[in-house]
């Protein structure tokens, strides 16, 4: 059997895994971080004029987007393509045949932007779900049921 990875995500971490065999439990092969993607809005750098419209901010429509969430935006992007580009490079060394993720629903879609063709093409599942936090038999059993192994 081919291996299948497995990503788990958010806007500041990824896990990756691999299911090398069907009845095995899933193995970390890596986990990428971001921290300054949960950073507060106060902890990243704002320019000299401060964060409302007029002085720095954004205006979309009759709100103010603060400087401290665009800033979080473009970190998460960041990563997003730093993820992707990891599948990417994994994809052309042949290191999975078979690719599911599940990643936090914002996160998810920012991710599906940044994959390439090749990538797209070994996706067998995408869940908008946050399971970060899953052990790997729990993981296992949740992704591929009792009996572990790509999806057919």
């Not at 069907?22 to 106060?42: I, K």
């Amino acid at each position: 059997m081919d291996a299948t990875w497995v990503v788990l995500a958010d806007e500041g971490r990824a896990r990756i895994l691999e299911l090398r065999e069907r009845g095995a439990d899933l193995e970390e092969v890596e986990e990428l971080t971001q921290a300054s993607a949960h950073a507060h809005s106060r902890d990243l750098n704002y320019d000299q004029h401060g964060r409302r419209a007029g002085g720095g901010g954004l205006v979309t429509g009759n709100a103010t987007v603060s400087a401290g969430e665009s800033d979080r935006d473009k970190e998460a992007e960041l990563f997003a393509r730093r993820v992707a580009e990891r599948l990417g490079d994994a994809r052309r060394k042949n290191r999975y045949a078979a690719l599911r993720i599940a990643a936090a629903p914002r996160f998810l879609g920012r991710l599906r932007k940044q994959l390439d063709a090749d990538v797209i093409a070994s996706l067998v599942d995408e869940q908008a779900k946050d399971l970060l936090q899953l052990d790997r038999r729990s993981l296992t059993q949740q992704l591929f049921g009792t009996a572990a192994g790509p999806a057919p």
